[in-house]
C-alpha cells in the first residue's frame, strides 16, 4: 500500500466522530472500531494509488472482430459524496480491432477503479477510457447498475433504485445496430 494512506489519521478521524455522536470508547466493542474502519478504508479504497492500465494487457493479437461480453462484473465503491457505499455490476463491451486480452483483466480494471473515492459516472468513464487507450479497440460499451446506499438509507429513503450510467465509445457510438446488438446481450 502507498504512503500516502495515513491509517493513523484514519483512526484519529474514526474516534472523534464516534465521540460526536455519544459513542462510549472505552466500551469493549467500540474501543478498537477506529482501527478496524482504518483497515477497512485501506482494503476499499486500495484503487487509489494504483492505475488501472497497468492490470489490462493485450495478450493476443487476433482477427475477432465481434462483441466480447463482460456481463454483471460486482462492484462495490465508496460515493465521494456520503462516504457511503454504491453496490452493483458493470457490463463492459468491446469490439477489438486484432488486440484482446485476458477475461479477467477487464474485471480487474473494473475492480482497481471502484475502489476509489467515486462517483458512478466517472467510474463509466474512465473503465470504458482505459480499454480504448490500451486495447485500441473498434468501440467499447460500459453500463453501470448500481444502488448508492445514501440514496437508500438516508435523503429521499428510496432502497432498491437503482442507478444506471452508460459510456459508449467508437461504433457503439456510431453504429445504432451494433450498439442494440450490445445493450440486447447485456438485458438477456
Same mark, same amino acid.
Given at each position: 500500500?502507498? %504512503? ?22 472505552? !466500551? ?6 477506529? @482501527?478496524?474502519?482504518?483497515? *477497512?478504508?485501506?482494503?476499499?479504497? $486500495?484503487?487509489?494509488?494504483? @492505475?488501472?492500465? $497497468? &492490470? ?20 462495490? +465503491? ?9 453496490? /452493483? =455490476? ?7 480491432? =486484432?488486440?484482446?486480452?485476458?477475461? +479477467? %483483466? ?8 471502484? @475502489? ?16 480504448? @487507450? %490500451?486495447?485500441?479497440? =473498434?468501440?467499447? *460499451?460500459?453500463?453501470? &447498475?448500481? &444502488?448508492?446506499?445514501? *440514496? +437508500?438509507? !438516508?435523503?429521499?429513503?428510496?432502497? /432498491? ?15 445504432? %445496430? ?8 447485456? +438485458?438477456?
Amino acid at each position: 500500500m502507498s %504512503k500516502q494512506f495515513d491509517k493513523s489519521k484514519i483512526e484519529k478521524g474514526v474516534k472523534e466522530i464516534l465521540e460526536a455522536v455519544g459513542a462510549d470508547l472505552k !466500551r469493549k466493542d467500540i474501543a478498537t472500531t477506529p @482501527k478496524r474502519v482504518a483497515q *477497512m478504508y485501506e482494503e476499499i479504497l $486500495d484503487g487509489q494509488f494504483r @492505475k488501472a492500465d $497497468d &492490470e489490462l494487457e493485450v495478450i493476443l493479437e487476433q482477427t475477432h472482430d465481434e462483441i466480447i461480453l463482460l456481463k454483471g462484473i460486482p462492484l462495490y +465503491s465508496l460515493c465521494e459524496h456520503h462516504l457511503l457505499p454504491f453496490v /452493483g =455490476k458493470a457490463h463492459v463491451a468491446y469490439i477489438p480491432d =486484432k488486440r484482446i486480452t485476458g477475461l +479477467s %483483466k477487464i474485471a480487474r480494471v473494473v475492480d482497481v477503479l471502484s @475502489k476509489r473515492l467515486q462517483v458512478q459516472e466517472r467510474l463509466a468513464t474512465e473503465i470504458a477510457d482505459v480499454v480504448m @487507450k %490500451k486495447l485500441k479497440p =473498434k468501440g467499447v *460499451m460500459v453500463v453501470i &447498475e448500481a &444502488e448508492h446506499l445514501c *440514496m +437508500s438509507m !438516508r435523503g429521499v429513503k428510496k432502497p /432498491g433504485t437503482l442507478t444506471t450510467t452508460s459510456v459508449v465509445r467508437g461504433v457503439f457510438r456510431t453504429n445504432q %445496430k451494433t450498439r442494440q446488438e450490445a445493450l440486447s446481450l447485456i +438485458s438477456s
